[in-house]
């Protein structure tokens, strides 16, 4: 039977890399249905409405979503439609996998560590006001629910996935309260995975510890305004955005998006990198239940990076996004990197 995936292709460069996608996800063999639904910033400009009812409904119907980078006017006073959608399907785990690829100049080889990010609270509940003329408060929400639901996302992916670390990362010794509430959280969880070690590092000594030696570190665990910039980070760790997926999970829904932006420079010149798209599609295959064409997908990604002659200029090679496209969809169907 085929899975029916909500295809949201966004703007700028979001059409060719995620047409680039379907087409490689497709040379698998898995069956697809494709419901494609328009938002963002075009849409915004036909419209006057960057994300519909009818899109967030088709993303709850089909409970997978694929989304291209999606362009956010500035001053024009809407909300980000990707905050908007992972607040209305409460997507409430952001998943970054911060592993190595051939082909990507990076200062450290072999990484492979998992960021768990909660993706609802802390200081992105977006609650500012001015409390008098010149002086601006923010509120930093954290919950019991929202905290101990993401420690347990991240121990039970630990549990299923063989990990063998979650370090809990926070600013505890100054925001006693409401990271305080977030690590007791994640201690009380750590306790029913009696088998998965479990420490706690504050994140400004986890930044230096990154840069310095990522290879300590298993899977991280982070409140959401820190796992924003960690991640980021972590991108950098292993050849920047264009090359990370993410994904954004919650209990009846999940989005995997391409975490860089819309690149306006580069649009419609089919130069673009769809690998980052890609290796979310990677996740996507494996939250469908389609292992075998996930590990398909990657031995033969792994397999093309090791050429030269298939790598986008932001790789320093010479090929389009069709030229690269078709050497991975070629790769897959040989079985390329398989052993
Ligand atoms: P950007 O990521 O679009 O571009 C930064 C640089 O990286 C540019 O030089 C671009 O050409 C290059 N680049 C990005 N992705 C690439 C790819 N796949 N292949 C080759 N080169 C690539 O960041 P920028 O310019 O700050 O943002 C542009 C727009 O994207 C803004 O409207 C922003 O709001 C939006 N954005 C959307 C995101 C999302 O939907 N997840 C995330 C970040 C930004």
């Known amino acids: 039977m085929a899975h029916r995936i909500t295809l949201i292709p966004g703007d700028g460069i979001g059409p060719e890399v995620s047409k680039a996608v379907v087409d ?7 069956g697809f249905e494709w419901e494609r639904v328009e938002a963002g910033a075009a849409e915004f400009e036909r419209t006057g409405e960057s994300l519909s009812l009818d ?14 980078p999606i362009g956010t006017p500035i001053a024009k006073g809407f909300q980000s439609v990707n905050v908007r959608l992972r607040k209305v399907l409460d997507l409430y785990c952001n998943f970054r996998p911060v592993e190595s690829l051939p082909g990507a100049l990076t200062h450290f080889g072999d ?20 409390v008098v003329p010149g002086v601006v408060e923010s509120l930093k929400i954290v919950s019991e629910r929202a905290s101990t639901r993401i420690a347990r996302w991240a121990f039970e992916y630990a549990r ?7 370090t809990c990362v926070h600013k505890a010794n100054i925001m006693k309260m409401s990271d305080g509430l ?11 995975y009696p088998e998965i070690h479990h ?13 310095m030696n990522p290879h ?26 264009g090359m990370v997926p993410g994904a954004n999970i919650g209990d009846d829904s999940a989005l995997f998006e391409a975490v860089h932006g819309t690149a306006p420079d580069i649009a419609g010149q089919n130069i673009a990198n769809p690998i980052a798209l890609l290796r979310s599609g990677i996740l996507m295959l494996e939250h469908l239940g389609e292992p075998h064409a996930a590990h398909r997908v990657r031995r033969a990604l792994e397999h093309v990076m090791t050429r030269t002659d298939v790598r986008t200029r932001d790789l320093g090679g010479t090929a389009s996004t069709s030229e690269f496209t078709a050497a991975l969809c070629s790769a897959i169907q040989s079985g390329a990197g398989l052993d």
């Open 24 to 30: 490689i996800l497709e040379s698998t063999g898995v």
């Open 55 to 68: 899109v967030i409904e088709a993303c709850k119907r089909n409970r997978v979503t694929l989304k291209g």
């Open 111 to 130: 990484m492979d560590m998992i960021i768990v990010r909660e993706n609802t609270e802390g200081l992105y509940a977006g609650l500012e006001h001015e």
């Open 160 to 166: 299923t996935h063989g990990r063998k670390r979650v």
């Open 182 to 192: 977030f690590l007791k959280c994640f201690r009380n969880v750590a306790v029913d």
């Open 199 to 211: 420490d706690e590092k504050i994140v400004d000594a986890l930044c230096m510890n990154l840069v």
């Open 216 to 241: 300590q570190f298993d899977m991280l665990l982070l409140e959401n305004l820190y796992g924003d910039i960690v991640s980021d980070l972590g991108a950098g760790l292993v050849g920047g955005l």
